[in-house]
């Protein structure tokens, strides 16, 4: 590829936003009346369409745009001709760009069967990305204006220039999956045979470089620079194309779409409209899925122009930029090469082959039918390709929302597109017959944009005729002859139920039955509420209103609950308290003490004696011999009675750190339960906790109180 051809391509990714696309074709992608061109959309469109058959002439879309920069639509007739190029190469910090173009070639779309149709398709198509670029060294490389140098710049980036080329035959094949009632679906397949024009790269990586010009001629060139850089190209470039490189053995791949498109179609679900008239749209509401562009082309390098280089140039070296100037990919790699001293070659820097995968896709779409020809429609694109690859291009996330006017002959429509980058963009496109155009940002554009797109075509096709009704066959009155089919004595023209025997009472019908029982109105007593002929109708009775009825409810005259068995839960002990409440179910206890026996004050009494004898040393765990008769008494009163358990709960005064203090309540509550443990107390019986400084019951301000404060409480329950 000649140098002024990868000028050209920067210049035109420089006009792109940063690794994203909007839709191509916006606004008329998301009508009814797209023909084979919907394939491109999504494969599934193409089934129960509006078009018997479509044939696509020429149709082309172009996108175009930067992260960078903004313009308005008159730059673009500006008499100033560097104006509109200087607006999209300034700017500081790294440029990313993206340029998508398609040319839709002959391309035909017919119905196979009454669900089916099948489509054949040719397109062409270029995508280039720009990724991290240093704008202002853009700037420098092509405006060779003597304010530009010397510039200086220094990225830790890994910059590049991908781009692909190639053409593809489609075929498509679509039918209906399911119809019924309000639901229809349908899905389509394509199928892509790729081949590959042309695929290069460019690579900078870690690149500390200076820009410079000869103070006369201005003729710029590099020196101070330091980095690694690559550059590579397919064997079939764009300026060597042949019957071999299109359609030979190498540079070839396989790529397809898959999608399906559900409608609700809530007036055409019963008899009275047909749901096979294929002129109008049906759907209240449709949603579409599709996965397109899924494939990769395997291309084979050019080892006469693809190379990887350390680069080092020193600061009184030059090497001057017009050397690469009208040169093709192969010369510059021969220049490159004879300066070995600032371009050392990296040995095994390029692969003989890669695989560049095509821009893969997920499209999801809903459309809503508002009123007649009106309809809005939201679109969201999603990239599935690696923003890391050296070889394949890619797009990215957008999300478009389109109002829209169309009938059969004219439609009009508004996409607004919100993008990662370039953000809010507006524009319209116009259908006409066969003729379409439209671009996605024009409205945007009058203002400030940061893209530029366009899209015109003209495909030719015949709609779908509306299925004509058929004439009503008008039968002749047949002679009524007075029957009784039934035999009950009433004649058939009288009989509401001829072919039943019935009563005159009720028109020669039977006698009902309206809650359908079983049981007949006349000898059901609840005639509206189905029940059992054992209770003449009615449901099994509830006697004592507790929910459960009488045949499974064991105390069917006194309320209860189910877990009972429709009894009032038990109080086995009889005290009062029943049993589910009672703490002590099977001996009798005040209500205030859960159910269980009242301990004597007696007993009480002797338990807080000996708390009032318990004594650690100073500071420590440590229980001192004179606690043990206290504690023994405990001991020997709780083992007496094995109903009864004790809390343990030690606290302390203020003195020093509260979490040290709370440590300490602990373990001496800990202490007192192991003691009365070792002398046979069941372990469950007991519960010891600390509190620390919590609960004083002095005043921590004097001596007296604090040690007060410092204490074991000892606390009897029996349940």
């Known amino acids: 590829m000649k140098l002024k051809l990868l000028a050209s391509l920067l210049l035109m990714a420089a006009l792109t936003p940063k ?104 397109r062409a198509r270029v995508i280039a990305n720009l990724k991290d670029f240093d704008g202002n060294l853009i700037n420098s490389v092509i405006n060779t204006d ?52 042309g695929s290069n790269y460019l690579q900078l990586n870690q690149v500390k470089a200076t820009i410079d010009a000869d103070a006369i001629l201005q003729n710029p060139y590099l020196k101070n620079t330091t980095g690694t850089a690559a550059i590579g190209n397919s064997g079939a470039v764009l300026d060597n194309l042949s019957f071999d490189n299109l359609f030979g053995k190498g540079n070839n791949g396989i790529g397809g779409d898959i999608g399906v498109v559900y409608e609700y179609r809530p007036d055409y679900a019963n008899a009275g409209h047909d749901n096979y008239n294929r002129d109008i749209n049906k759907y209240k509401f449709k949603v579409g899925l599709s996965l397109l562009d899924v494939g990769k082309i395997k291309y084979t390098s050019n080892a006469n122009s693809s190379a990887g280089y350390n680069v080092h140039i020193g600061a009184t070296n030059k090497f001057y930029l017009s050397q690469l100037d009208g040169k093709s990919s192969a010369e510059i790699k021969s220049i490159l090469d004879a300066n070995p001293a600032f371009f050392t070659p990296i040995i095994n820097a390029v692969n003989p082959s890669y695989n560049a995968s095509l821009p893969t896709v997920i499209q999801a779409d809903i459309d809503y039918h508002l ?21 394949s291009a890619n797009q990215y996330n957008s999300v478009t929302v389109t109002p829209r006017y169309e009938g059969k002959a004219f439609g009009v429509y508004f996409p607004i597109n919100y993008n990662e980058l370039t953000h809010f963009n507006a524009g319209i496109s116009l259908r006409g017959g066969p003729l379409f155009i439209g671009s996605g940002s024009l409205f945007t554009a009058i203002a400030k944009s940061k893209q530029a797109d366009i899209h015109i075509g003209i495909r030719i096709g015949i709609l779908q005729k509306r299925k004509k009704d058929k004439p009503v066959e008008v039968i002749a009155p047949v002679a009524v002859v007075n029957l009784d089919r039934d035999g009950d004595g009433i004649k058939d023209a009288n009989d509401k139920c001829p072919d039943v025997a019935g009563l005159a009472k009720y028109n020669g019908c039977p006698i009902p039955d309206t809650d359908g029982d079983g049981v007949n109105d006349e000898a059901d007593k609840c005639p509206t509420v189905a029940g059992l002929i054992k209770y003449n109708g009615c449901p099994i009775p ?70 009032k004898n318990i004594f650690f040393a100073t500071g420590s765990t440590k229980l001192l011999p004179k606690s043990y008769k206290s504690l023994d008494g405990v001991a020997t009163l709780l083992k007496a009675d094995p ?72 606390t009897l329950r029996n349940y």
């Open 19 to 122: 690794n994203l696309q909007a839709q191509n074709f916006p606004g008329y992608r998301s009508g009814n009346y797209t023909g084979v061109n919907g394939v491109f959309f999504n494969p599934a469109s193409i089934a129960d369409s509006r078009y018997r058959w479509d044939f696509n002439l020429f149709s082309f879309n172009g996108f175009i745009g930067n992260d960078k920069a903004s313009f308005k639509l008159k730059d673009i007739t500006t008499s100033k001709s560097d104006n509109f190029k200087n607006k999209f190469l300034g700017g500081n910090g790294n440029t990313n760009a993206n340029v998508n173009v398609e040319v839709l070639g002959p391309s035909a779309m017919f119905n196979l069967t009454r669900k089916s149709a099948m489509a054949i398709t040719t």
């Open 542 to 611: 509830d006697t004592d209103g507790d929910g459960i009825n009488d045949e499974a409810d064991k105390c069917p005259t006194v309320a209860g609950v189910a877990k009972y068995n429709g009894c009032p839960i038990p109080d086995t002990d009889g005290d009062g308290v029943n049993d589910e409440e009672d703490k002590c179910p099977t001996i009798a206890g005040p209500a205030s003490n859960y159910g269980c026996p009242v301990i004597e004050k007696a007993v009480k009494d002797k338990i807080n004696f000996a708390a």
């Open 371 to 391: 009123h007649r020809g009106f309809f809005v429609s939201l679109g969201g694109q999603f990239n599935m390709v690696s923003k890391s690859s050296l070889y």
């Open 146 to 197: 003597k304010n530009n140098y010397p510039y200086s710049f220094s990225s830790t980036s890994n910059s590049r220039i991908i781009t692909n080329g190639w053409a593809e035959i489609g075929v498509s094949y679509a039918r209906e999956i399911a119809s019924s009632g309000p639901n229809y679906l349908k899905a389509g397949i394509t199928l892509k045979y790729l081949s590959g024009a």
């Open 643 to 714: 109903m009864l358990k004790m809390d343990i709960d030690g606290y302390t005064d203020n003195t020093g750190k509260p979490e040290k203090n709370l440590m300490l309540s602990q373990q001496r509550a800990q202490a007192v339960k192991i003691y009365l443990v070792s002398k046979g107390v069941t372990e469950a019986a007991l519960l010891s906790t600390g509190y620390g400084i919590e609960k004083p019951v002095a005043d921590n301000k004097t001596a007296v109180g604090r040690a007060k404060n410092r204490r074991v409480e000892l």
